[in-house]
C-alpha cells in the first residue's frame, strides 16, 4: 500500500521523486522486501521447527551491507573462465572461494538455508548437554549454516541463472518466439530465485554491442500481466481485505514495483500466479513476434515505454 501510495504522489507530482518525503516513503516501502530473507527467515523456521532467532540470523547474513561493498572490490581470481560457470572471487573462507551475489528480496536461498539449518540443529541439539544447549546449540548452528549457505546455496543460484540465460539464448536461436514465450513465462519465478541474474548480463551486453537487446525485453509484459490479473480480483472479489491489499497493489504495479501484487495478491492464491504467468508468456511470445527490442535502459511499468520499440525490419 506504501509503494502504490508513493508512487501515485511522485507521478502525479504531488511530492518530489528525488525529495526528502519520497526518500521517506521508499524506505518504508522497500524495508520489508529488501530484508525479505530475515522475514522468511522467521517464518520458515516456524515452518521447520526451528529456533526463530537462529533462521532471522540466517536471513540477516544475506543481506549483511558489506557485501555490497566486497562484490564491487578487488577480484582475488576467477574461477572457471571462459565457461559457462565463470565467477569472480571476491573473498575466501578457510581457503574455500565464496562466490556471491545479491540476496535481497530473494525466496529461495534463505529457505532452502532454513531447512538445512534445521536438520544441523536438531542433531546438534541431541549431542550438546542439557546444561549448554540454550547457548550453544545455536552458536554451532551459525557457525556451519550461514558459510554453508554461501559456499554452495549462493554457487547453485548463481550457476542456476548462468543456465537459464544459456537455455534461454539457445532456445532464442531457434525460435525467437520460443524464447519469448519460455522468459515471458518464467521470469517472475526467475526472479523469486534470483535466477534472472543470468539473463540481465546478456541483455546488457546485447544492448552494448548490437545497440539493443531483442531477447531479455521479452520479459517487459509481465509486470501488465501480473497487474491485469490482481485488477480482476479487485473488481471481483467480495472479501474486504483483499479488495482493499488489490488496490494499492494494482496501483504500484502500474508503475514496475510488482512486490505487492506477486508477494501480498497472486503468490498466496497459487492459481492467480499461474494465471499472470500464463498472462506473462503471451506477452512475451507477442514481443518476439513483432520484433520489439530494448534500445536503453530505463523505468519500470508504464515509464518502460520510452525504452522499447517495435523493429520495422522484422
Known amino acids: ?10 507521478s502525479t507530482g504531488i511530492v518530489a521523486a528525488k525529495g526528502g518525503t519520497a526518500q521517506m516513503l521508499n524506505i518504508l516501502g522497500d524495508m520489508f522486501f529488501y530484508f525479505l530473507p530475515i522475514f522468511l527467515g522467521l517464518t520458515a523456521a516456524r515452518k521447520f521447527k526451528m529456533n526463530e532467532f537462529t533462521g532471522m540470523a540466517v536471513g540477516a547474513a544475506l543481506v549483511y551491507p558489506s557485501l555490497s561493498a566486497i562484490m564491487k572490490g578487488d577480484t582475488l581470481y576467477t574461477l572457471f573462465d571462459g565457461t559457462l560457470f565463470h565467477s569472480a572471487i571476491h573473498m575466501e573462507f578457510l581457503g574455500l ?3 556471491l551475489m545479491n540476496y535481497a528480496s530473494s525466496v529461495i536461498p534463505i529457505i532452502v538455508a532454513i531447512w538445512f539449518g534445521s536438520k544441523v540443529e536438531r542433531n546438534i541439539a541431541k549431542i550438546m548437554p542439557a546444561m549448554l544447549k540454550n547457548f550453544l546449540t545455536p552458536f554451532f548452528t551459525i557457525l556451519i549454516v550461514i558459510p554453508l549457505t554461501f ?10 541463472g548462468q543456465l537459464v540465460g544459456a537455455a534461454a539464448m539457445t532456445i532464442y536461436n531457434v525460435s525467437p518466439v520460443i524464447a519469448g514465450l519460455f522468459i515471458g513465462a518464467f521470469w517472475q ?3 523469486m530465485f534470483g535466477l534472472h541474474w543470468g539473463l540481465v548480463p546478456i541483455m546488457i551486453n546485447n544492448i552494448t554491442v548490437y545497440g539493443f537487446d531483442p531477447l531479455v525485453v521479452t520479459y517487459f509484459g509481465c509486470s501488465f500481466a501480473q497487474i491485469g490479473v490482481v485488477l480482476g480480483i479487485f473488481l471481483r472479489t467480495h472479501d474486504a481485505k483483499l479488495k482493499s491489499i488489490s488496490l494499492p497493489a494494482f496501483i504500484a504495479g ?4 510488482t ?6 495478491v497472486t503468490l498466496p492464491r497459487k492459481k492467480y500466479f499461474v494465471i499472470s504467468c500464463i498472462g506473462g508468456a503471451i506477452g512475451g511470445a507477442l514481443m518476439a513476434l513483432l ?7 530505463g523505468g519500470l511499468g ?3 515505454y520510452p525504452t522499447v520499440h517495435r523493429s520495422e525490419d522484422g
Open 1 to 10: 500500500m506504501i509503494k502504490g501510495f508513493t508512487a501515485l504522489l511522485t
Open 97 to 99: 572461494p565464496v562466490i
Open 151 to 160: 559456499l554452495v546455496i549462493g554457487p547453485v543460484a548463481t550457476w542456476a
Open 189 to 191: 519465478v526467475f526472479v
Open 254 to 257: 502500474i508503475f514496475g514495483v
Open 259 to 264: 512486490e505487492p501484487c506477486i508477494y501480498g
Open 291 to 297: 520484433s520489439v527490442k530494448l534500445f536503453m535502459f
Open 302 to 304: 508504464i515509464f518502460g
